[in-house]
């Protein structure tokens, strides 16, 4: 049974408004649980009354069993009705034998306890098993109640209920309700024991953690820890407890008379705001905390804090909970004194100091830090360190600080903070944690002092190093010092070029001696002797060899230190690893060697103009004439192209002024022979060490004969598209030819209608009277009749008509459904189903409408020839359209033989056919069409036959806008 216990206070219940508790993954109210159980109790009510009605079934068939030779049968037909009604009822039933033993699961329970698919419960085959069979379904802390219950139930034969949890198939345990009804015979015997059980495991759920919130509220009452009472918005106390009445001086004798009443407690000065706080809770039925003064009964006064909520909305009575302020005030009026001596230490504090409270938020700032960031206390509360921090510094300090506050251990660290005038400073901050007596965070408190200039140094510090090193590594120089017997000294690039690992140290004097080439060696030491003896700065040049038996080129210089004394102390060195450089010397020479041959035998020829653009440099084979003749003037005084072309000299004057670089300017000129030529010319400009601009050098070559050739291909162009079209007409031409029965059949259908409406009209005339209206009808019928007939020949027209292309906005799912109509006859004829699925809302595609349509009627006119050999069943084309990124895309579908794998990369090679009476021209001319219109013709295999011919189009500019 559901039961619920309720927490009551002197006689009388105690509730908190919005207080939910936690059921499950859900939050519920009382009500809402008293609404499941409710559902509950309903679902019940409707299984017992199928029971009754199967009851009923049974008295009348028991009845009926007359004879014993019809009993079993009977039996056994009634048990299998009652099976398939327990079966629909939406919830877990069963039936046990008179003696007990659990018989039949229906097969929700029957799935929930995971029995196999074969088990006798599942077919309410009695194996005689004992009353208690059931019992290790169940939970282990509900078996001995089971054991005793269930015996009485069968001792009485009276019904009953009771709720336990069951196991199910993955080894849990749900709460659940049963019910056990005793199924008798007219006669009164027991016949059967029917239950239904019903999952409550929520409601089970929701009654604990009810009880526990209750137990809660009751402890919370009952302890008198804080002051609560239940009154009326008329001013009367109906319940208060022990806490409450000591804090306003009054004894439960006072209460019981009803000699108090709450809203007299309130002291005048105080009732308005009180007033006011009460009315603007009325409504919403809850009332916000807020401190006041209550009038205690030897007339002295106590503060306190009080909040508290309407047991209903717009309810009379509620609950206030009321806390005695007395002794916060007194440690409030102590820590003031204290704040105040401790403000005035950190203001002689030469820092920025600061404190925050437990969770971080700042309580008090000393005046040179207010001072410091320009901002008041109420500013800096508003915004806070994030305005005072710089921006990227403030998240891993912010991250540092809520560690430290989360952990409760010290925060360290330095950051930028912003002045008053907007400058960002370096500091390093300190904060610290005050705890209570348990350990416990009270307050935080922190100082800040300026290392701006410090932390400035040590960044210039680390900067030079940092750029030394890395100066060191981009120029491969690396330093070094050493004396006659070590090296005290010695960089990260220094090791990378001598072979050392930079991470190995400082390596010993006689292993980097080992380095140098030993042909070197003698030398270089002879040179090191010398300077020494002349007390002078020395340079020279070596090779060493690394480990690997690579050899760099080094060049180093030297300079001795020496005591006043004149003794050597140390000698600084220096050293460059030249060997790229040595090898680009090589490589410069042999290139420089390269270049001159390549110049005295390139058909290309160089120049070179100054700041003024007139030639100071041509090679012989410069223009076919002598150079001698063009320099000193300039390539635009010998073009024969300045008035006819005007806007590409424009171009090249504006590249030449802005001292660009151009490449392939092609120009007519007159050439050394008196003929006309034409010259590709690329040119860079060139600056000397200063940046100041010297002229251009570059390249010329003689193109005439290229430009003869992209004349000649233009025109072959020209001629093959023109070719192609002819050749696209002839197609369309010849595919309508092979559609004739369609068209025939299209245009006689219309025709047919209207002189059969013509008739028609006629005889309605012909009557006496006439019947003028229903003859307006025929009429209108012959008219959408002509009209029919006049798109199909204004489509066969359109297509077989020769045009020259046009680029326009197709909607292309109309495009297909007018080809569609025009092959449906021929489809017909050769038992195609022809299916399409054309997506909405597409773009239209920028395309010849007749180019795009007679690709459409290619491909369908190819499918449905294809599909001649295959069963009729099996005949079906399938048109699609569907949206793409960049525009539309089509495919045609058909179920025919396909095609080899092999073949697909032929199907569109013109002369190439895969019919018998093809001439391979059709999908060579779409792929040329399709290709003119910026799209994509592709074949694929059907799955799992016949094959797939889809083609992209563009969307057209203003649809894609």
């Keep these: ?96 034998a008179p003696t007990g033993g659990l018989t039949f699961v229906n097969k929700r329970t029957a799935d929930y306890l995971g029995l196999p698919k074969d088990h006798p419960l599942r077919f309410g085959i009695d194996n005689g098993v004992q009353w208690d069979a059931h019992i290790p379904f169940l939970h282990p802390d509900d078996q001995e109640g089971a054991r005793k219950a269930w015996p009485i139930n069968i001792r009485t034969g009276e019904a009953s209920e009771f709720s336990f949890r069951v196991r199910n198939a993955q080894g849990g345990y749900r709460w659940f309700l049963s019910r056990v009804e005793p199924l008798r015979a007219s006669d009164g015997t027991l016949l059967l024991w029917v239950g239904v059980n019903l999952d409550i495991e929520d409601l089970k759920c929701a009654e604990q953690a009810l009880r526990e919130r209750e137990a809660k509220i009751r402890r919370l009452v009952d302890s008198n820890v804080i002051g609560i009472f239940i009154g009326d918005f008329e001013g009367r106390f109906l319940e208060a407890n022990d806490a409450f009445l000591r804090m306003v001086g009054y004894d439960r004798e006072d209460l019981l008379a009803g000699s108090i009443r709450w809203t007299d407690l309130t002291p005048p000065d105080w009732r308005d705001r009180s007033d006011e706080r009460m009315e603007r809770g009325k409504s919403s039925g809850r009332f916000e905390t807020f401190e006041k003064e209550y009038t205690r009964k030897d007339g002295s006064r106590v503060s306190v804090l009080v909040g508290g909520a309407t047991f209903e909305e717009g309810g009379n009575e509620g609950v206030a909970f009321v806390l005695d302020l007395t002794d916060r005030k007194r440690a409030e009026d102590a820590l003031r004194e204290s704040e105040f001596k401790l403000r005035q230490i950190t203001e002689a504090v030469p820092g920025l100091v600061w404190s925050s409270g437990p969770d971080g938020e700042p309580t008090h700032i000393n005046q040179r830090m207010l001072d410091y960031s320009g901002m008041q206390f109420e500013e800096f509360m508003q915004r806070g360190w994030e305005a005072f921090v710089h921006p990227a510094d403030f998240p891993e300090a912010v991250e540092a600080f809520y560690h430290a506050i989360q952990t409760g251990t010290s925060y360290e660290g330095v950051t930028r903070l912003r002045r008053a005038d907007g400058e960002f400073r370096w500091h390093h901050a300190r904060c610290e944690p005050l705890c209570d007596r348990q350990g416990r965070v009270i307050q935080w408190y922190g100082l800040s002092v300026d290392i701006d200039e410090r932390k400035k140094a040590e960044d210039r510090l680390s900067r030079s190093e940092a750029y030394l090193a890395k100066a060191q590594r981009l120029s491969h120089t690396g330093s070094a010092v050493y004396t006659e017997t070590e090296i005290p000294y010695w960089s990260e690039e220094a090791s990378r070029i001598f072979g050392f690992d930079p991470l190995q140290g400082i390596p010993s004097r006689e292993a980097v001696w080992q380095r140098f080439h030993p042909d070197d060696l003698d030398r270089v030491n002879e040179t090191i002797a010398r300077a020494v003896r002349e007390k002078r700065s020395f340079g020279n040049e070596f090779r060493i060899i ?18 006043a004394s004149g003794e050597l102390l140390e000698i600084v060195a220096t050293g460059i690893d030249v060997t790229e450089r040595k090898r680009a010397e090589q490589a410069l020479r042999e290139s420089e060697a390269k270049f001159r041959d390549y110049a005295e035998t390139a058909s290309d020829w160089f120049w070179e103009i100054g700041p003024d653009y007139k030639f100071t440099l041509l090679t012989d084979n410069a223009f076919g004439s002598n150079p001698a003749d063009r320099i000193g003037t300039a390539c635009w005084d010998h073009a024969l192209d300045l008035e006819t072309e005007p806007e590409k000299w424009r171009l090249v004057r504006a590249a030449l002024d802005s001292h660009q ?38 390249t010329g070559t003689d193109v005439t004969a290229l430009r003869k050739v992209e004349a000649e291909a233009r025109e072959n162009e020209r001629r093959y598209r023109e070719a192609q079209l002819e050749l696209a007409h002839a197609n369309r031409v010849a595919t309508m030819g092979q559609l004739t029965a369609s068209i025939t059949h299209e245009v006689n259908q219309p025709i047919t209608a209207a002189v059969t409406y013509a008739s028609a009209a006629r005889r309605l005339l012909s009557a006496k009277p006439p019947n003028v209206d229903e003859v307006d009808e025929v009429l209108s019928l012959i008219v959408k009749e002509g009209s029919r007939a006049g798109e199909v020949v204004g489509r066969i027209r359109a297509l077989i008509k020769k045009a020259p292309v046009r680029k326009d906005a197709v909607e292309i799912n109309d495009a297909i459904l007018e080809i569609v109509a025009l092959t449906r006859t021929e489809a017909a004829n050769n038992s195609v189903s022809v299916r399409t699925q054309l997506a909405k809302g597409l773009p239209r595609v920028l395309g010849d409408r007749v180019q795009l349509q007679q690709v459409l009627l290619n491909l369908i006119i190819n499918a449905i020839e294809a599909m001649r050999d295959a069963g009729e069943e099996e005949r079906e084309l399938l048109i699609s359209t569907r949206h793409k990124p960049d525009g539309v895309s089509v495919e045609v579908r058909d179920s025919g033989p396909g095609f080899a794998a092999a073949d697909i990369d032929r199907v569109f090679e013109a002369f190439y056919s895969t019919k018998p009476s093809g001439v391979g021209l059709g999908l060579s001319i779409c792929r040329s069409i399709i290709e003119a219109h910026n799209g994509r013709l592709w074949a694929s295999p059907n799955v799992p036959r016949g094959a797939i011919f889809g083609f992209t189009a563009p969307a057209h500019p203003a649809a894609a806008s």
């Design 661 to 698: 670089p151009f490449r392939d300017f092609v120009y007519h000129v007159l050439g050394g022979n008196g003929s006309p030529m034409y010259v590709r010319a690329s040119g860079k400009p060139v600056f000397d060490t200063n940046g100041e601009f010297r002229g251009y050098r570059g």
């Design 546 to 563: 690394h480990p690997d038996g690579t050899i760099r080129h080094v060049e180093a210089i030297n300079d001795p230190v020496f005591s």
């Design 1 to 96: 049974m559901n039961t619920s216990t309720n927490g009551r206070t002197r006689g009388r219940k105690l509730h908190l408004t919005g207080a939910k508790a936690r059921v499950g993954r859900a939050r519920k109210t009382r009500a809402d649980l008293e609404q499941e159980l409710k559902a509950c109790r309903r679902e019940i009510a409707n299984a017992r009354e199928r029971l009754a009605e199967a009851a009923i079934q049974q008295d009348a068939t028991s009845e009926m069993l007359l004879d014993e030779g019809n009993k079993a049968e009977e039996q056994s037909r009634f048990l299998a009705q009652l099976q398939a009604s327990l079966n629909v009822i939406p919830a877990y039933t069963w039936y046990a």
